[in-house]
């Protein structure tokens, strides 16, 4: 079964920055296509952040301006990136994505095993 792996979590105050990654479990795979979500504590998960496998990008009103979803390396990581966190984007947040590997087979809507975001002072 096939996973995609997060990291870049933690806590953080208020106004800083975090850089969360999800990568593919090797180097067989690449990514086409991601989507960020996140969970709070008692709200609905929220779709954060989405970039397709052509490189177009959406953001959810809540996050526009102050976080940018990017694949620098076009194969298999995605970032994250948050700036000026709020205390409202504390949540666990997860990535899903479409992988594809070197033989061609498409494991669609794969989920990271998410991350903790604790924006605090």
């Known amino acids: 079964q096939v996973q995609l792996v997060e990291s870049g979590g933690g806590l953080v105050q208020p106004g800083g920055p975090l850089r969360l990654s999800c990568a593919t479990p090797?180097?067989?795979?690449?990514?086409?296509?991601m989507v960020w979500y996140r969970e709070a504590p008692g709200k609905e998960r929220e779709l954060v952040a989405r970039?397709?496998?052509?490189?177009?990008?959406y953001y959810s009103d809540s996050v526009k301006g102050r976080f940018t979803i990017s694949r620098p390396n076009g194969r298999n990581t995605v970032y994250l990136q948050m700036d000026s966190l709020e205390p409202e984007d504390t949540a666990v947040y997860y990535c899903?994505?479409?992988?594809?590997?070197?033989?061609?087979?498409?494991?669609?809507?794969?989920w990271g095993q998410g991350t903790q975001v604790t924006v605090s002072s």
């Open positions: 090797g180097t067989g795979f690449s990514i086409k296509a």
């Open positions: 970039i397709t496998s052509g490189d177009s990008i």
């Open positions: 899903r994505g479409d992988c594809l590997n070197d033989y061609g087979t498409l494991y669609a809507g794969v």
